[in-house]
């Protein structure tokens, strides 16, 4: 039996919320939303999470306005893009109810990745580099690196040594 039929699902549906609270707010959510969509999917054909229809999104793109397919997991709704066998299948529920709230949850987000990262059973991809990240910002130098005459003991400069040119 896998480790992750073990996770209950009000965690699932907790660790996703967690997830999508934070991606809203993410300078770079590409992999929160990544993670949140692989997640819905395996609930979905593990019959433990249920399409409901489909919205309008709050958020065109390119100022065309599409649709999100909602998905109930436990007691929390999720939207996800739909796929064109949703459009043909499901209802479409119209304008998203902007007085629904999900219920709270309280779970830092490193605790929901682990969750999910369990559930999907997903791996952080291996770095190739001997050096890390951090070794590589040891040695750089920036190019307009302008030295700090606090402490020298030659400040100011008694005279200035200009060599004089010559004129014609």
């Known amino acids: 039996?896998?480790?992750?039929?073990?996770?209950?699902?009000?965690?699932?549906?907790?660790?996703?919320?967690?997830?999508?609270?934070?991606?809203?707010?993410?300078?770079?959510?590409?992999?929160?939303?990544?993670?949140?969509?692989?997640?819905?999917?395996?609930?979905?054909?593990?019959?433990?999470?249920?399409k409901i229809g489909l919205h309008f999104s709050n958020h065109p793109k390119f100022s065309n306005q599409h649709s999100t397919l909602l998905v109930k997991v436990g007691d929390y709704f999720f939207h996800i893009p739909p796929t064109k066998e949703d459009f043909k299948e499901l209802k479409h529920l119209g304008e998203l109810d902007k007085h629904y709230r999900n219920p709270p949850a309280r779970m830092s987000l490193s605790q929901a990745?682990?969750?999910?990262?369990?559930?999907?059973?997903?791996?952080?991809?291996?770095?190739?580099?001997?050096?890390?990240?951090?070794?590589?910002?040891?040695?750089?130098?920036?190019?307009?690196?302008?030295?700090?005459?606090?402490?020298?003991?030659?400040?100011?400069?008694?005279?200035?040594r200009r060599s004089s040119r010559t004129r014609f």
């Open 1 to 50: 039996m896998n480790q992750k039929t073990h996770i209950p699902l009000n965690e699932l549906a907790r660790a996703l919320f967690t997830i999508n609270r934070h991606a809203k707010t993410a300078p770079e959510p590409k992999h929160l939303y990544y993670i949140k969509k692989e997640s819905i999917n395996l609930l979905l054909k593990e019959k433990r999470a249920e």
């Open 113 to 160: 990745k682990k969750i999910i990262y369990r559930h999907i059973d997903w791996k952080p991809p291996k770095q190739h580099s001997v050096m890390g990240k951090n070794a590589r910002s040891k040695n750089y130098k920036s190019a307009c690196f302008t030295p700090s005459s606090l402490g020298r003991i030659d400040w100011p400069p008694s005279k200035t």
